[in-house]
């Protein structure tokens, strides 16, 4: 069956990093397209960014961009969310998506506390 373990989150000071990764098993990893979305407390889940099937293309919403990176190691069924320069307002439960369309699966999700 499809499992998605996340990892990597915790709480870290304002400027700090933390990287995010998302084991997967269970379907055809390298044919999914794999996104990262997150959910900050009394609010909705919004989009963080995103990487193609092959890793060749990143795409990131406006306020991590430049920030986050986005990749995946399609040998390990893993993908991974590079957090610099965290800012409070990233406080957020992140969640790991993969998606082909016709299908979509979703990590437990890791909470990431940025203190001021």
């Known amino acids: 069956q499809v499992q998605l373990v996340e990892s990597g989150g915790g709480l870290v000071q304002a400027g700090g990093s933390l990287r995010l990764s998302c084991a997967a098993s269970?379907?055809?990893?390298?044919?999914?397209?794999m996104d990262w979305y997150r959910q900050a407390p009394g609010k909705e889940r919004t989009f963080v960014g995103g990487?193609?099937?092959?890793?060749?293309?990143?795409y990131y919403a406006d306020s991590v961009k430049g920030r986050f990176t986005i990749s995946r190691d399609n040998a390990k069924n893993t993908g991974y969310l590079q957090m610099n320069n965290l800012k409070p307002e990233d406080t957020a439960v992140y969640y790991c998506?993969?998606?082909?369309?016709?299908?979509?699966?979703w990590g437990q999700g890791t909470q990431v506390t940025v203190s001021s």
């Open positions: 990487i193609s099937r092959s890793g060749g293309s990143t």
């Open positions: 269970g379907f055809a990893f390298g044919t999914y397209v």
């Open positions: 998506r993969f998606t082909n369309g016709a299908s979509s699966y």
